[in-house]
């Protein structure tokens, strides 16, 4: 099983550059989560979805999209890139909504 | 509102010393509590959990933690620090979102070195 993965490793984005964060999961879990997690200021939740076409807002959704296609993948949109969106991305998933979340090795985002 | 606070922004602790981090939660219910470790340029791995039952909860690479909830803490704690166990620590409270789906609320981190 590869688990949750994740691409790009790294990008460079210009400011107003639109880009996608693929992330897949291979586990069968239908819960999927993005995060951002800037230094010293933990993860916060960006979206998260709790099934194949039901997504929803986190705790920092602007300037974010989200789609859930089918249950192995949630893909996130940036669509205008801002230097505030330099940060790193992980993408998560677990089988239940009480359950033990699994980590992609993330994505790291900079917007110059 | 819920929250997690880790005191603690950077340890520096001694190879073969024991090692406690501090972690306190603020959650009205009684939380689902989480540690997990993220080495540099990785993603977060899972060191332990706790849901219910024994507030003493044992995870991988000998890690324990202990749930207080007088104190509302969830110290993470080990022996015998390794130095492969230089890494970055968070504490989670899992969170009811609407519906009943749960959410993790992070901690800022605690950094941890190890010295030889």
């Known amino acids: ?112 | 509102a819920q929250s997690v606070t880790q005191p603690d922004i950077h340890i520096t602790v001694s190879e073969g010393a024991s090692l406690e981090l501090r972690c306190n939660y603020s959650y009205g219910a009684t939380p689902y509590l989480f540690w997990y470790v993220q080495s540099p340029g990785q993603g977060l791995q899972l060191l332990l959990k706790y849901f219910s039952g024994d507030t003493l909860v044992q995870g991988i690479k000998g890690f324990e933690a202990e749930f207080k909830r007088s104190q509302s803490s969830f110290n993470l704690r080990k022996p015998s620090v390794h130095w492969s166990d230089a890494a970055e620590y968070f504490c989670a409270v899992g969170a009811n979102l609407i519906g009943g789906y749960n959410k993790l609320i992070f901690g800022a981190g605690t950094r941890l070195a190890v010295h030889p």
């Not at chain 1, 490793?9 to 996608?20: A, Y």
């Open chain 1, 1 to 112: 099983n590869a688990g949750v993965t994740q691409t790009p490793k790294f990008r460079i984005l210009k400011i107003g550059q639109s880009m996608t964060l693929q992330c897949a999961q291979d586990m069968n879990h239908n819960y999927m989560y993005w995060y951002r997690q800037d230094p010293g200021m933990g993860l916060k939740l960006i979206y998260y979805s709790v099934g194949a076409g039901i997504t929803d807002k986190g705790e920092v959704p602007n300037g974010y999209n989200v789609s859930r296609s089918t249950t192995e993948d949630f893909p996130l949109r940036l669509e205008l890139a801002a230097p505030s969106q330099t940060s790193v991305y992980f993408c998560a998933s677990s089988q239940g909504g009480g359950e033990t979340q699994y980590f992609g090795p993330g994505t790291r985002l900079l917007v110059l």
